[in-house]
């Protein structure tokens, strides 16, 4: 049973990174054929996926994040992280990360969410 597992900081200051990192458990970030994503929810804008690191490390984001965001993995940890860079108060929303067996795309099956963990930017 793959399970994971959201960390980081729950308020950020504007203009700041924010830093999430997602612990899994039950199964290797590197097994083919996983995608390990990042997805945000907010009452303004619903569900919003940002984007993934792949079971190979390749990485791939939302266009209108990409200015912003990265993924990186730590395999010897079993551990992906966000860094999203110049927040402002719209990036508030409840972080998930979430595993697939296929590329996410909409719709797509996320089989694995974590709990989620709320993220604050102050004003």
């Known amino acids: 049973q793959v399970q994971l597992q959201e960390s980081g900081p729950g308020l950020v200051n504007p203009s700041q990174t924010l830093s999430l990192t997602c612990t899994v458990t039950?199964?290797?970030?590197?097994?083919?054929?996983?995608?390990w994503s990042w997805i945000r929810q907010s009452p303004e804008k619903g569900l919003e996926w940002i984007g993934y690191?792949?079971?190979?490390?390749?990485?791939y984001y939302t266009p209108s994040l990409k200015s912003r965001a990265s993924i990186s993995r730590d395999t010897s940890k079993n551990q992906f992280t966000l860094h999203l860079n110049s927040l402002d108060p719209e990036d508030a929303a409840v972080y998930y990360c979430?595993?697939?067996?296929?590329?996410?795309?909409?719709?797509?099956?996320?089989?694995?969410w974590g709990r989620g963990t709320q993220v604050t930017v102050s004003s």
């Open positions: 979430a595993a697939s067996g296929e590329v996410p795309h909409v719709n797509a099956d996320f089989g694995s």
């Open positions: 039950g199964e290797s970030i590197t097994t083919n054929y996983y995608w």
């Open positions: 690191i792949a079971y190979n490390g390749n990485a």
